[in-house]
């Protein structure tokens, strides 16, 4: 049965990091659709370089370019001998590039970063794909664009189901290549124009091609040993979660734990597709497996930290309550700039939020302050611990300055002002 794996940015952000790919890859004897991210960091240089052209700063273009340029062609030194085909068509390929920022950008700021930002997984998946052919690992290249078909929503496309199965079907065959190598993230409209599926959107990619595949499961492979109850690199005692059951997964993704993306899951739990969180490091390690379990629950604390928040809070100009009509005007001010709410609150008087503090986030609160009384706190941190306890709270909370806080059933919730994490 088929099986898709998905690799990220990480696994692939340098010449050992693919030649250690490839050896996964080569060890599955499966027919096997290979989704892989950009290379390293290389979407946040992309989104440098997009800035840079929006703004015309021709000085700033060229340090971003060359800058993406010398670490790309670093790899392919690396990778391949001086007179090997793949060596031109890289210099061929990255020149599209340069070619693409010579231009003047329109006034669409989305539409320009999914014309620019997705070259990050176009040549990413060149690399590796030319690269496993050289050693001997037969494989064809796609452009995933001929495949996920998306509406026109830059930088948050949503994927058209009907439309992507038939080209997916179309174009991939398995008794003609056992091996597809292909993007994450990007997808294309209707019209062949470019589009993007939101930040870290590779999971879900490589979820989408399961589900119209009928795959037998997806494996992404990270650079941790699976899904931990927190993030490794901000607490030091997280401990592995074994099994999970997909809506408990969800909880996790939408609450912010980085490792999975939101909109993987769905498609996985609609077809009964298992995930499998697996370590690029250590391929024998069995990682996680979430699926549809019924009895086993996750019973340990999860712990989730997203930083750099803003916390917003709302209020009516003339002393009125939030009401409906309120909360859909406002509502719809978030869905025009694309700014994704984190927790909100509301009274009868307020109505608060946080949010990422991203590119667009003062544009929003102008935007607000036609309307509303808009009041913000910067520098906020959002902790959520599912299946919390006393303890857990206790350890989370303890000498910080709380903003707000939120608290469920299964789930606690707290705004915290910004400051120095340390366990004992
Ligand atoms: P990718 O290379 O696939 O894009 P990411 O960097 O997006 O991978 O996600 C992997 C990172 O997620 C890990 O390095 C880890 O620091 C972080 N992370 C956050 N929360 C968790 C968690 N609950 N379990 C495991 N890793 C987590
Ligand atoms: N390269 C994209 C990003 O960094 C997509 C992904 O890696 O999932 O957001
Ligand atoms: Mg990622």
């Excluded at 091996?179 to 209707?190: D, E, M, V, W």
């Excluded at 109850?229 to 030091?236: G, I, K, L, M, V």
């Excluded at 930083?307 to 917003?312: E, Y």
């Amino acid at each position: 049965m088929i099986q898709v794996y998905k690799f990220g940015g990480a696994s692939v952000k340098d010449a050992s990091g693919i030649k250690n790919v490839c050896n996964i890859i080569k060890n599955n004897s499966n027919p096997l659709v290979v989704v892989i991210s950009a290379m390293g960091k290389t979407t946040n240089a992309m989104e440098v370089l997009v800035e840079a052209f929006i703004q015309q700063n021709q000085t700033q273009i060229k340090n971003a370019y060359e800058a993406i340029f010398d670490y790309h062609n670093q790899i392919v030194q690396n990778l391949f001998d001086d007179g090997h085909p793949f060596v031109l068509k890289f210099d061929q390929q990255i020149k599209k590039l340069w070619e693409r920022v010579q231009r003047n950008p329109g006034l669409d700021y989305d539409f320009e970063y999914d014309q620019i930002v997705p070259f990050g997984e176009l040549i990413s998946t060149q690399i590796v794909s030319a690269y496993a052919n050289t050693i001997g690992i037969e494989n064809q290249w796609l452009d995933v664009r001929k495949m996920i078909k998306t509406d026109e929503n830059y930088r948050d496309a949503d994927v058209n189901w009907g439309l992507s199965s038939q080209f997916v079907h179309k174009n991939m065959n398995f008794e003609k290549h056992q091996l597809y190598i292909t993007q994450g993230f990007i997808g294309s409209s209707i019209n062949n124009i470019t589009t993007t599926l939101g930040r870290e959107g590779s999971d879900y990619t490589g979820a989408v091609l399961a589900h119209i595949l009928d795959a037998e499961s997806l494996s992404i492979w990270k650079d941790v040993p699976g899904v931990l109850n927190a993030d490794p690199r901000w607490y030091p005692f997280a401990q592995q979660l074994k099994e999970i059951s997909y809506p408990e997964a969800i909880e996790l993704a939408y609450y912010g734990a980085q490792v999975i993306h939101p909109k993987t899951l769905k498609p996985l739990q609609n077809k009964n597709i298992p995930l499998f969180v697996k370590s690029f490091l250590d391929e024998q390690q069995e990682g996680t497996v979430i699926q549809s379990v019924e009895s086993k629950e996750v019973d340990v604390p999860v712990y989730i930290l997203k930083r750099q928040q803003l916390f917003i809070t709302i209020s009516p100009k003339d002393f009125s309550f939030i009401l409906e009509d309120n909360l859909s005007e406002i509502f719809a001010i978030f869905g025009h700039y694309k700014i994704k709410i984190n927790l909100m609150q509301n009274s009868a008087l307020n109505f608060s939020v946080c949010v990422n503090n991203v590119r667009d986030v003062k544009k929003l609160i102008e935007a607000l302050q036609k309307k509303f009384v808009v009041r913000y706190n910067e520098h906020v941190e959002l902790v959520t611990i599912r299946n919390y306890t006393a303890a857990a709270i206790h350890e989370m909370t303890q000498g910080k300055e709380l903003v707000d806080s939120q608290l469920s059933r299964k789930t606690a919730r707290y705004v915290l002002k910004e400051s120095e994490w340390e366990f004992k």
